[in-house]
């Protein structure tokens, strides 16, 4: 197994076991499932948010340590904890409330072994967290989700998020960045 799955597995079994946490897993990971399987360094997690920031930050990094020197007031200012898990970084997004209900609802599960699951995001999610991101990589990865999900996609329902996030950010490039990828399939 390799080493970014084996990590995935750990943070299942803190999130879900330890602290019982919904969770999904965002980023290389989920675009294997989805999209055009590409080598990914890291492990990209999105956790409900049911516990206080300060909690939260305390808790996840007495466990697993911080890649900041400040990870409450780093966690503050971007909803992030980034956190390094057997020589595997790992990047823990506290998804927003009024979008985590509609995330985790549509979140799958997926055996990686036998008795051993992760869950993954929709294809959709996936999307509209690439979008939000906007970084190339990310660009080509909803491309990529596009091409292999085509009309099984919800396009509705990524392009209701994707102008919700647009108009909170005053950022049209986010609806942009699906819309121009929809445009090529």
């Given at each position: 197994?390799?080493?970014?799955?084996?990590?995935?597995?750990?943070?299942?079994?803190?999130?879900?076991?330890?602290?019982?946490?919904?969770?999904?897993?965002?980023?290389?990971?989920?675009?294997?499932?989805?999209?055009?399987?590409?080598?990914?360094?890291?492990?990209?997690?999105?956790?409900?948010?049911?516990?206080?920031?300060?909690?939260?930050?305390?808790?996840?990094?007495?466990?697993?340590?911080?890649?900041?020197?400040?990870?409450?007031?780093?966690?503050?200012?971007?909803?992030?904890?980034?956190?390094?898990?057997?020589?595997?970084?790992?990047?823990?997004?506290?998804?927003?409330?009024?979008?985590?209900?509609?995330?985790?609802?549509?979140?799958?599960?997926?055996?990686?072994?036998?008795?051993?699951?992760?869950?993954?995001?929709?294809?959709?999610?996936?999307?509209?967290?690439?979008?939000?991101?906007?970084r190339p990589q990310d660009?080509?990865?909803?491309?990529?989700?596009?091409?292999?999900?085509?009309?099984?996609?919800?396009?509705?329902?990524?392009?209701?998020?994707?102008?919700?996030?647009?108009?909170?950010?005053?950022?049209?490039?986010?609806?942009?960045?699906?819309?121009?990828?929809?445009?090529?399939?």
């Open positions: 197994m390799n080493p970014q799955i084996q990590t995935a597995l750990i943070m299942h079994d803190f999130f879900v076991e330890d602290l019982k946490l919904e969770y999904a897993i965002i980023g290389g990971i989920a675009l294997q499932f989805w999209g055009e399987p590409r080598f990914t360094q890291d492990v990209d997690i999105t956790i409900r948010d049911r516990l206080d920031i300060a909690d939260l930050v305390k808790v996840t990094t007495e466990a697993f340590g911080s890649r900041v020197s400040d990870p409450y007031q780093f966690a503050k200012a971007t909803r992030m904890i980034l956190l390094n898990v057997e020589n595997v970084d790992v990047d823990v997004a506290i998804a927003l409330r009024s979008y985590e209900e509609f995330l985790f609802k549509r979140s799958q599960p997926f055996e990686v072994e036998p008795g051993k699951e992760i869950f993954i995001c929709s294809a959709e999610d996936l999307i509209i967290h690439k979008a939000l991101a906007g660009l080509a990865d909803i491309q990529s989700i596009i091409y292999r999900q085509g009309d099984n996609l919800e396009v509705r329902y990524i392009r209701s998020w994707l102008t919700d996030f647009s108009n909170a950010l005053a950022d049209d490039s986010i609806l942009d960045r699906f819309e121009q990828a929809w445009a090529k399939k």
